[in-house]
């Protein structure tokens, strides 16, 4: 079973956003770039099936610009086996990315789509239940846990009251939470044996797809600064602004 799985080349979770001055969008120039982290976690569980030998091929697919190269390098450093890169530079809205992904699968027809839950700039958290529904598959989205048996997988869900248990047919999609593994680092060794890794390279228009935004962002702003807090003297001041102030009790 080949596994497909997505990586996004994101502003790295460590740097500070700043909005550029005319709201149009987030500074992206010199900051410093790196994979979604919920994408490590969906390569890791991709490279464990493979050594457990649940996976015969593990597929890094990245779409944007020539830059994403970077990130499928990763992926293909952390264990995968080869990369495909849907080059394309203007906006790519989770519709798009699905469509792609679509495409590919289409193409390489894998058994499981792993992706993050979602992607921690536009936190959309829609293109894994988006190609899902367009290629008309099973979906286990959050998952905490996966075990992958003949022609099914369970999939262990993080859902607000708790853990679900899901069981899939086979092909199906999966969205990663958090809790799922710990990504390994890529060792120096493999870091080099990476760079031979091929790396395939399409446009959108070559997979048929049009990636052209459905929908425009009219601005985008600071959220609004916290004010300062302040010291209560007493029990009795902090239950009377609890409850003449605040409002919640
Ligand atoms: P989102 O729906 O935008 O929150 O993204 C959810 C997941 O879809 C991400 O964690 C990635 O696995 C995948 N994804 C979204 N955009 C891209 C992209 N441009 N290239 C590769 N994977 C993507």
Redesign the pocket.
């Known amino acids: 079973m080949k596994v497909l799985?997505?990586?996004?080349?994101v502003i790295d979770y460590n740097v500070k956003i700043r909005v550029k001055a005319d709201k149009t969008g987030v500074e992206t120039a010199n900051v410093k770039m790196s994979m979604?982290p919920?994408?490590e976690i969906?390569v890791e569980e991709a490279i464990r099936m493979k050594e457990a030998g649940k996976a015969t091929e593990v597929i890094a697919?990245?779409?944007?610009p020539t830059q994403?190269q970077e990130?499928i390098r990763t992926a293909l450093a952390m264990g995968a086996d080869r990369g495909v890169h849907?080059v394309t530079d203007g906006e790519?809205?989770?519709l798009a990315?699905?469509k792609?992904?679509k495409a590919v699968a289409d193409k390489e027809q894998p058994g499981l789509i792993?992706?993050?839950?979602?992607?921690?700039?536009?936190?959309?958290?829609?293109?894994?239940?988006?190609v899902a529904a367009l290629l008309g598959w099973s979906q286990g989205t959050f998952a905490n846990k996966i075990d992958v048996a003949d022609g099914s997988v369970t999939v262990k869900r993080e859902v607000d009251g708790g853990l679900e248990n899901v069981k899939l047919k086979l092909p199906a999609v999966i969205?990663?939470d958090l809790r799922l593994n710990e990504p390994r680092y890529a060792s120096l060794p493999n870091i080099m044996k990476a760079k031979k890794k091929p790396i395939d390279q399409h446009k959108p228009e070559d997979l048929g797809v049009d990636v052209a935004p459905r929908l425009k962002t009219l601005k985008v702003e600071e959220p609004a600064g916290r004010k300062a807090g302040i010291k209560v003297k007493t029990v009795a001041e902090l239950v009377e602004k609890l409850r003449n102030e605040a409002g919640v009790i």
């Open positions: 799985v997505a990586v996004k080349r979604n919920f994408d969906a697919f990245s779409a944007g994403c990130t849907v790519l809205q989770p990315v699905a792609l992904l792993i992706v993050g839950k979602q992607a921690i700039d536009d936190d959309s958290n829609q293109t894994g239940q988006m969205t990663t």
